[in-house]
């Protein structure tokens, strides 16, 4: 009776200190996302008219200048909208905590939705905002997490431990697992493991039980650079896009292509980094102008550029033939980088890849100042 006693005692030490260390890792994770997380609100009209159910969820800062992750359930798809004139009847209101725990207005919200990872990325008019640091990397699936949902009726959001539990790849592809009790507000959910960073967003539920995400290392790389986010070493930053040119008309080719671009390039880490000479951007397909399905232009330089630390590098990038999508100047460029031919796109970028330090990274160019040179 004694040694069963001894054994019950040291079991309930073991459950003590584990309850211990997830009430801590909880409570580290809430205090540093919990300025980064946002009750998103989804109202408009279906193509008949009629208005739809309000749509509950939640999402995470990930740029200071208004950047915010989510499930793209959340937005859904374009064609579950009524058209109107300008452009989809959906609003999407943005509202957060502030340093008293009490709701703000945040404003409402662009969407750029990805669907082939079951994400969207949603812009608001915003500077300086508290975001959440976005891991780059896979996370172990059967570690401990901290999942911030946000129930509709709840002032402010919750977060609660999750395990990770092995996730059926066949079944669900290259997602995380987690555990979840049955609360509503869980679309769009961020998950953070024990360094506080943003692991995966919260995007189905499998089962009464279980939650699938999607790892950030998978949407990272369509995120526009921001310096207030924090870098990590050996992180770029493309500055701008200059000196957009177009081929001069032909009587063989009466049409202007798209011909290169100057792409100004700044390292800022104290290591020199070498840039991929290819680049692929990203834009909407033009015989399909309701659907945000992304198709990638291709872009090529001539050689790998060596770029020191502190250094800026401008590079010509050829517009290459073999991509999905032709573009004839300026009118076909505008169209492309449009959403319905009339808003543009706010979240357009090109994906670069670039080595630093023997480690091959991905990142993402700044849109807005393509627009604002290559749409005028």
Known sequence: MTKLLAVWGVLAAIFCVTAARGADQRSAVWEKNKLAIVRIKVTGRNPQGEAVPARYGVGVVVRSRGEIITAAQMIGQDSEWNQIPSGLDRQIEISGLD??????????????????????????????????????????????????????QNSIPEAVSTDGVPTDRGRDGDVLTVRFPAIDGYFGAGVFDAESNLVGIVYKRRDASRLLAVPSYLFNQFLSPD???????????????????FSTPTSDSPDAMLKSFNLNVTNEENQPVFLDPSLRCLGTDLSKESTLEPLMVR????????????????????????SPVVLKGAAEARRFWTVDGSKTVPQFSCIYAYTVGGKLRLGATAPALFVRHVVP
Request: hydrophobic share 45%.
């Open 99 to 152: 340093t008293f725990r009490i709701i703000k207005p945040l404003g409402n919200a662009s969407a750029r939705l990805i669907p082939s990872l079951n994400v969207a990325i949603l812009t608001i008019t915003a500077e300086g905002l508290s975001t959440a640091r976005v891991a780059e990397y896979a996370p172990d699936e059967l570690a401990t997490f901290v999942t911030i949902a946000w129930e509709p």
């Open 227 to 245: 310096g207030s986010a924090g870098r990590r070493a050996g992180d770029t930053v493309l500055t701008a896009f200059l000196n957009v040119k």
């Open 299 to 322: 872009f090529k330089s001539n050689e790998v550029t060596r770029i020191s630390s502190k250094d800026t590098a401008s590079i010509v990038f050829e517009y290459s033939d073999t």
